[in-house]
C-alpha cells in the first residue's frame, strides 16, 4: 500500500507560480500511475493532470495545458507538479492519488481509476 503526501499549497497572487510535490509513504510510486485532483468548494473533483507508470506519458485538463508541469522521480519518490501563471479559476485543494493503470504508458483521468489518494494542499490565487 502506498500513500500519498502533498506539500507545497499556499497563498500565491495571480500570474505567479507555485510547486506541488507529492512524496509516497508505506512504499514507492514505482509500478503506479499517479495523478493530480482538485476540488474547488461546490465543485466536484477534476482532474488536473497525470503521469504514467513508466514516466513517458503524460496527461493534462484543456484549462491547464502551457502552464502546469507533472514530473516523477522514482528515485526521490516524488511526483510534482510545477504551476505557472496562476489564476484565480485554479484555487482548490489540490490531491495527489496513484492507481494501477493496467499498462506502463498509459494515464487515466478519472478518479476512479486511482486507489490511493493524499489528504490534499490548498492552493488559492488571489486576484
Known amino acids: 500500500q502506498v500513500q500519498p503526501v502533498e506539500s507545497g499549497g499556499g497563498l500565491v497572487q495571480a500570474g505567479g507560480s507555485l510547486r506541488l510535490s507529492c512524496v509516497a509513504s508505506?512504499?514507492?510510486?514505482?509500478?503506479?500511475?499517479v495523478g493530480w485532483f482538485r476540488q474547488a468548494p461546490g465543485k466536484e473533483r477534476e482532474f488536473v493532470a497525470g503521469?504514467?507508470?513508466?514516466?513517458?506519458?503524460?496527461e493534462y485538463r484543456n484549462s491547464v495545458k502551457g502552464r502546469f508541469t507533472i514530473s516523477r522521480d522514482d528515485a526521490k519518490n516524488t511526483v510534482d507538479l510545477q504551476m505557472n501563471s496562476l489564476k484565480p479559476e485554479d484555487t482548490a485543494v489540490y490531491y495527489c492519488a496513484a492507481g494501477i493503470p493496467g499498462g506502463s504508458w498509459i494515464v487515466r483521468t478519472t478518479s476512479t481509476a486511482y486507489t490511493y489518494w493524499g489528504q490534499g494542499t490548498q492552493v488559492t490565487v488571489s486576484s
Open positions: 503521469i504514467s507508470q513508466s514516466g513517458g506519458r503524460t
Open positions: 508505506g512504499r514507492t510510486f514505482s509500478g503506479f500511475a
